[in-house]
């Protein structure tokens, strides 16, 4: 058996089609995905605003305007302009602006009519809520100077203050990112681009299909032995292809796919496992073409795929909601839910059960490939 996983390695290696699907490709569709998804997280712009001075405004109006604008320009949240009023309109008709804030005993809010985009409605929302909270503090703080002035001074120190009655605690170890979700599922299915050699070796096998086959199928040594041999060499040089990928993805993107890292490798190993005896396993059904079985491996992975979330990031989510089962028989749900689980929980029983599932339905995949395989006669070759 060493001295057929010696030469398989040296066949698979030279196989570029191989590489291409579990080195390149991975690295081209991370890369897309990095530059799809890094403009998401992008902090909020600055709203241009006007603010002009209303006639009646008093002094003490103006410096508190100033000082709770001056607050919010810090944050980065508004950008002011203080111009005159004729002013103000011209630049909210150029569109330089988002709105006019009037300041007089209370400040007030002015807009164009025209209809916008989402992030200008946003934006409008943001300006309302503060002219709200402003009015409501500037109408707390008269009320109670003139009712009760002696305790002025601790309700506007208190005003100043941000009261939080709530805190954010992780449930998890490490920090999560709705996006990362895309990278679980690519490498997931790259794991399941593994049914390609699978299905190589199966083929290889086949003295219907192939001429390899033929000769293997007349040589004394036993099958079962080289087709073991072949899987764990395809197996291991899979296993460092997929290295290759998820090296380029956590150092070169930038994007952190580290959680528990002896786990992680661990579970790229069993996905690769279950993804090379999948192809085994289809492989030995029928008396099917090579194009035809290719063709039905590709289909079948992708649609697995897009099951798991990697065309659309909410569909595990969906299939979970309705039909459960189906994400618990999925190999590539299972893969991505397993790097999820690792990043997120601090328990370990929902990655044992993914990891038992795929264990599972390797064995299931290489047993059946076996018997299919090994029952598997010929008239002539």
């Known amino acids: ?78 950008e002011i302009r203080y111009c005159e009023k004729e002013e103000a309109l011209e630049l909210l008709e150029k569109e330089e602006v988002e709105g006019i804030l009037t300041v007089g005993k209370r400040i007030s809010l002015s807009i164009s009519g025209k209809s916008y985009n989402d992030r200008k409605n946003m934006n409008r929302n943001i300006l309302n809520t503060f002219v709200n909270r402003y009015n409501l503090s500037a109408d707390a703080i008269a009320e109670i100077a003139v009712n009760h002035p002696e305790h002025l001074e601790d309700v506007v120190s208190g005003m100043r203050e941000e009261h939080f009655y709530n805190r954010e ?41 192939t001429a390899l086959g033929a000769r293997r199928n007349i040589s004394p040594m036993p099958k079962q032995s080289s087709i073991l041999g072949e ?79 990697l065309m659309v990031g909410t569909m595990r989510g969906f299939i979970e909601n309705r039909i459960p089962v189906l994400n618990r028989i999925n190999p590539t749900a299972l893969i991505s839910d397993s790097f999820y689980c690792l990043a997120n929980f601090d328990t370990y029983s929902r990655y044992t059960r993914n990891m038992v599932s795929l264990c599972i339905a390797t064995a299931v995949f290489l047993t059946g490939g076996f018997l299919l395989t090994r029952r598997r006669q010929y008239a002539s070759l």
């Open 231 to 309: 899987l764990a060499a395809y197996v291991l040089v899979n296993f460092g292809c997929i290295l290759i990928g998820f090296a380029y993805i956590n150092l070169v993107l930038r994007v952190d796919l580290t959680s528990r890292l002896p786990l992680t490798l661990l579970t790229l190993f069993v996905s690769d496992m279950t993804g090379s005896a999948f192809g085994f396993f289809l492989g030995a059904i029928g008396r099917m073409s090579e194009r035809t079985k290719n063709a039905i491996a590709a289909g079948v992975s992708l649609i697995c795929c897009f099951l798991s979330g």
């Open 169 to 209: 605690e992780s449930l998890s170890a490490t920090k999560g990112d709705n996006y990362v979700a895309y990278f679980y599922n690519l490498l997931a299915m790259t794991c399941m681009f593994c049914s390609m050699s699978g299905l190589e070796i199966s083929l290889n096998n086949q003295g219907n299909l």
């Open 1 to 78: 058996m060493l001295h057929t996983i010696k030469y398989s390695m040296r066949t698979v290696i030279r196989n570029w089609s191989a590489c291409f699907w579990l080195i390149l490709f991975p690295m081209i569709l991370g890369t897309l995905f990095k530059i799809a998804l890094s403009n998401l997280g992008v902090p909020l712009e600055r709203i241009p605003v006007a603010v002009v001075t209303a006639e009646n405004a008093g002094k003490q109006e103006i410096e508190t305007f100033r000082r709770a604008a001056d607050n919010l320009g810090e944050e980065d949240l508004l």
